[in-house]
């Protein structure tokens, strides 16, 4: 065991937010943590990382054992000891090392000016014990290990020297948490890891975290991600927890399954409570000594039993429908030539579609491609470089900004929802509230004391109560827990009108698209396909088709001779860089054979030299690595 709650209490003034929590997490497990929004998640993970003291209850960590944690949206603070870099910020993770390379370098010099035989005795044996710590603590390779977890994370070299106060607010929570990775504590606390992931970088942190040797605890409400990196759920629910020994699509099953269980449990407790009742005031009613003894004896034996407690209610998940307007045209809106640069960095040029309706388009891309951006410009909030935007006849835009914008903190949650549809009654108003869980005193609550998931249900409440036939949503499911958006799939999948929408929930994307927009490189593509279409196209590296007016039409002659065409020019490119592949392959091969012959060579003595050496060694292996698996790809493209 390496971590435990016992009895575990906390609250705000009146409000109990956990109740009686006890558990235990193993040395190595992978726990996933869910739970609705406010359930007390978070606040349990400040509780177990230390920041907050519960009310009562204790918490236990194992000797010797550390524990870090990232917060939801976490703000990245500059650590003050080091200069303010993204990449030297890495490096602060490892004090303990960069404390040991200095020792390192003060011995050095020591060494090279002492004179006294028992002097450079004493140096020579301190520093090759410095030198093994630094060793046995990774630090021949902490350093490429820090670029390459900046890289994964989206942070190319050209963000290595650039001060953290130039990164945007999602940038720098991609920035804590390679900083928590880098770090290597014994217990990952991580609270929405996801959020600022686009769909690349969170299946590289999905196949970092499930090979993951130590232990750690992830909130999440990615129904894929958690299937794919956790082995157990911890469930919190009604102020207390549960823990299920499977990830999360078996746990639903499973909860399911011991919540109808003990309902029935409880159930025939209440009927033979009800019959052992009758049957006392039958045997009183006779009113005579063996009739009292009788009814005497069946008391005892309900008092004797362990009485199951009523089976709480599950929190109320949220349920709505979305206002329509009536029917836009069949051409809902048109865009030719559209292009947007920023100084110095151009995002997406000479994009063109023509949305059709009853359209799902989602809008795909690396962090940093302009996703947010082209939405912005085709609901008229930015101009473009060039290009143009048109909207179709009689159509009503609704628009949901990933960041919860038009929220006015002064006002209470009934306030702000009232504003904007001030016609509309009091008792409207209260029901559509009531549909995102905001009842009783939530309604009074003001919006700057709202969490990220009660504000994207607050945002969600103003936009459904709109007319509207084309919605453009920005990360909607952002915050969101799992109930809420499965609601938020279906009354999507119910709305009769067009969708525009950026989204890395996959689970989200798969049941609701028809079409993408793949943005890249400074270039933007537009397909008609499913999610599971697109994702066979990658994995076979291929290009996705492009998009037909006709796709049931059959394919003409010229098509068909095209499409020959392209296979035999496929087929020569993907053999000459197979060709090139082997060539460059020869070459990093016979560079480690080079580096291990120094290694183990000249450099077996000279720490500086050895650490340069590993540092390239692992550069070369994981590019060879990449080289052998785009071989194989390119062998299996070819039928090889």
Not at 66 to 72: A, G, P, S
Not at 181 to 189: F, H, S
Not at 411 to 421: G, M, R
Not at 485 to 491: D, G, H, V
Request: aromatic content about 8%.
């Amino acid at each position: 065991m390496i971590l435990s709650a016992a009895a575990v209490s906390y609250g705000y003034g009146a409000t109990t937010i956990l109740q009686d929590v006890t558990f235990s997490v193993e040395e190595g497990d992978r726990v996933g943590v869910v739970g609705v929004n406010g359930s007390g998640k978070s606040t349990l993970f400040r509780i177990l990382s230390g920041e907050e003291a519960p009310d009562g209850g204790s918490v236990f960590l194992a000797k010797d054992k550390t524990v870090k944690m990232l917060h939801q949206d976490d703000a990245f603070r500059i650590d003050p000891s080091c200069p303010d870099t993204v990449l030297e910020q890495m490096w602060a993770t490892r004090s303990d090392l960069l404390a040991l390379e200095q020792r390192t370098e003060e011995l050095e010099k020591s060494l090279s000016a002492a004179t006294d035989p028992d002097e450079v005795a004493k140096l020579t044996s301190e520093l090759a014990s410095v030198n093994s710590r630094y060793t046995d603590g990774g630090g021949l390779f902490f350093r490429s290990k820090c670029k390459s977890l900046l890289v994964s994370l989206g942070f190319g070299e050209e963000y290595h020297s650039l001060p953290v106060e130039s990164l945007s607010g999602g940038q720098r929570t991609r920035l804590a948490l390679a900083r928590l990775l880098a770090g290597e504590p014994d217990i990952l606390l991580l609270d929405e890891p996801t959020n600022h992931l686009d769909v690349d970088t969170l299946e590289w942190l999905e196949g970092y975290l499930s090979t993951y040797k130590k232990t750690f605890l992830v909130v999440s409400h990615d129904r894929l991600f958690l299937d794919r990196v956790t082995n157990r759920t911890l469930d919190v629910e009604n102020g207390t927890t549960h823990f299920y020994g499977v990830p999360y699509t078996a746990f639903v099953e499973e909860k399911e399954k011991a919540r109808e269980a003990y309902r029935k449990k409880y159930d025939l407790q209440q009927k033979e409570i009800a019959r052992l009742e009758a049957f006392i005031e039958n045997q009183r009613r006779w009113n005579r000594e063996r009739n009292i003894i009788a009814a005497e004896s069946r008391m005892k034996a309900i008092d004797r039993m362990e009485k199951i407690e009523r089976p709480k209610s599950a929190p109320r998940a949220i349920s709505f429908s979305i206002n329509q307007a009536s029917r836009s045209g069949n051409d809902v809106m048109y865009v030719d030539g559209l292009t947007m640069a920023f100084p110095q960095k151009p995002l997406f040029r000479d994009l063109s579609f023509v949305l059709k309706n009853g359209d799902r388009m989602f809008v795909q891309g690396p962090n940093g491609c302009g996703k947010s951006t082209l939405l912005r410009i085709l609901m008229g909030q930015l101009d473009p470089v060039s290009g143009t935007v048109e909207t179709g006849y009689n159509v009503k835009i609704g628009y949901y900004s990933q960041d919860n914008q038009g929220l006015t903190e002064e006002n209470t949650v009934l306030d702000e929802l009232w504003d904007a549809y001030p016609d509309l009654p009091q008792t409207k108003i209260r029901d559509t509230l009531a549909m995102f869980s905001f009842r009783g005193e939530d309604v009074e609550k003001k919006v700057s004391v709202l969490s990220g998931g009660e504000r994207a249900r607050l945002t969600l409440a103003k936009l459904i109560l709109m007319k509207v036939n084309l919605l453009i949503l920005d990360e909607p499911t952002n915050h969101l827990d799992a109930d809420s958006r499965e609601a938020l799939e279906r009354a999507l999948s119910s709305f009769g009108g067009t969708l525009i929408c950026v989204s890395h929930d996959r689970y989200f994307v798969r049941r609701l698209a028809t079409r993408f927009i793949l943005m890249k490189d400074g270039g933007a593509k537009d397909l008609i396909c499913t999610y599971d279409d697109l994702e066979t196209w990658k994995k076979r590296g291929g290009t996705a088709p492009e998009k037909k007016e006709d796709p049931d039409a059959p394919p003409s002659q010229k098509d068909e001779y095209l499409a020959r065409k392209r296979a035999v020019q496929d087929r020569r490119k993907a053999e000459r860089r197979l060709e090139a592949i082997f060539e460059e392959t020869e070459k990093l091969e016979i560079e480690i054979a080079d580096i291990d012959h120094e290694l183990f060579g000249d450099a077996a003595s000279d720490y500086v030299r050895a650490a340069e050496l590993y540092d390239r060694k692992t550069i070369v292996e994981d590019r060879l690595m990449s080289l052998w698996r785009e071989e194989e790809e390119l062998r299996e493209q070819l039928g090889e």
